[in-house]
């Protein structure tokens, strides 16, 4: 399994912005994809944001034009930029890493809290 660690979390004023990061215990171009997930309380985990190894992402609708999900092969970090955030955007942010290889290998990270406030 891959070893993901998340940071970035916080509280925020509605209209602020955050960046969560997630850094991977190994090389990231050996991760076919990753994504950030959410889960506020009551709430199913959802996906907010995923990117592959070829660098093509897809968002929930939900963030759309106001997050955006990038990574730095070099650093082994995969980040989600989430500007104009808002009330409904508060969660347990979770960073999940797929490795495909004769069967498919899915870590979680630990999670991090984000909260707006309104």
């Known amino acids: 399994q891959v070893q993901l660690v998340e940071s970035g979390g916080g509280l925020v004023q509605a209209g602020g912005s955050l960046r969560l990061s997630c850094a991977t215990s190994v090389n990231i171009r050996n991760i076919n994809a990753m994504g950030w997930y959410r889960q506020a309380p009551g709430k199913q985990r959802e996906l907010v944001a995923a990117i592959n190894s070829g660098g093509s992402s897809k968002y929930a609708d939900s963030v759309k034009g106001r997050f955006t999900i990038s990574r730095d092969d070099a650093k082994n970090t995969v980040y989600l930029q989430m500007n104009s955030l808002k009330p409904e955007d508060t969660a347990v942010y979770y960073c999940?890493?797929?490795?495909?290889?004769?069967?498919?290998?899915?870590?979680w990270g630990q999670g991090t809290q984000v909260t707006v406030s309104s």
């Open positions: 999940n890493a797929l490795i495909v290889v004769a069967g498919t290998v899915e870590s």
